[in-house]
């Protein structure tokens, strides 16, 4: 329903600016899509959020995560359904897991927080930005930027747990990197069944 809702937009504002070619089409369609795909399941994530009363701490995951998300990359499923379930593993769990096993100790998150760091590095070195073959990333420059971004919002999400007295916050955002961290992995993406771009590539230069 809402992929013929978003071909029919396109397709209007085609029709507004005909000298639009097939290739700017394909990205205003992919554009369109992304908008009234995100909506909703932003939507639905945070009702959700608020309907289990944790609704101000899925609203602050979401902001928190999302860069760290956006530049390290990761699996995309290609159904409205699977993307919207994915979310809510990505952003509720991880509050739930926080709220209800509470870390009792301060050098416990200490010692979570370095092995999860650990992980971390390991996984942006080797992975990131961990792109697909729908959304590829061609450029080594864009690569290059992405890389950085990820080390930074790294950084900053690490400063936040150790620094900020609540533990759920800490926990919540423990929880939600290593997660993030799974969704770049190979792992992650056979069982997915997506395949990063340069797989793509590779078979198609053969």
Same mark, same amino acid.
Request: glycine share 4%.
């Given at each position: 329903?809402?992929? @013929?809702?978003?071909?029919?937009?396109?397709?209007? !504002?085609?029709?507004?600016? %005909?000298?639009?070619?097939?290739?700017?089409?394909?990205?205003?369609?992919?554009?369109?899509?992304?908008?009234? $795909?995100?909506?909703?399941?932003? /939507?639905?994530?945070?009702?959700?959020?608020?309907? =289990?009363?944790?609704?101000?701490?899925?609203?602050?995951?979401?902001?928190?995560?999302?860069?760290?998300?956006?530049?390290?990359?990761?699996?995309?499923?290609?159904?409205?359904? $699977?993307?919207?379930?994915?979310?809510?593993?990505?952003?509720?769990? %991880?509050?739930?897991?926080?709220?209800? *096993? *509470?870390?009792?100790?301060?050098? *416990?998150?200490?010692?979570?927080? &370095?092995?999860?760091?650990? =992980?971390?590095?390991? #996984? !942006?070195? @080797?992975?990131?930005?961990?792109?697909?073959?729908?959304?590829? +990333?061609?450029?080594?420059?864009?690569?290059? #930027? @992405?890389? +950085?971004?990820?080390?930074?919002?790294?950084?900053?999400?690490?400063?936040?747990? *150790?620094?900020?007295?609540?533990? &759920? !916050?800490? $926990?919540?955002?423990?929880?939600?990197?290593? /997660?993030?961290?799974?969704?770049? &992995?190979?792992?992650?993406?056979? =069982? &997915?069944?997506?395949?990063?771009?340069?797989?793509?590539?590779?078979?198609?230069?053969?």
């Amino acid at each position: 329903m809402i992929d @013929k809702f978003c071909d029919w937009i396109t397709k209007k !504002i085609k029709g507004k600016i %005909p000298e639009i070619d097939e290739e700017k089409e394909l990205v205003i369609n992919f554009g369109v899509r992304l908008l009234f $795909g995100e909506i909703p399941k932003i /939507l639905a994530l945070f009702i959700l959020g608020f309907l =289990l009363q944790i609704g101000w701490y899925t609203l602050l995951l979401y902001l928190l995560l999302a860069p760290y998300r956006s530049f390290t990359g990761g699996f995309h499923l290609n159904t409205h359904w $699977g993307c919207m379930i994915s979310s809510i593993v990505l952003y509720i769990m %991880p509050i739930l897991i926080a709220k209800y *096993i *509470i870390i009792p100790q301060d050098y *416990i998150i200490y010692i979570i927080t &370095t092995i999860v760091s650990i =992980l971390s590095i390991s #996984v !942006i070195m @080797k992975y990131a930005p961990a792109d697909t073959e729908n959304i590829p +990333i061609l450029s080594k420059k864009e690569r290059k #930027v @992405k890389k +950085i971004k990820s080390y930074i919002s790294l950084v900053v999400l690490l400063a936040i747990i *150790i620094f900020v007295p609540d533990k &759920t !916050i800490s $926990g919540m955002l423990l929880y939600g990197i290593f /997660l993030q961290d799974l969704t770049l &992995t190979p792992i992650a993406y056979k =069982l &997915t069944k997506n395949k990063y771009s340069y797989e793509v590539y590779t078979e198609e230069s053969i």
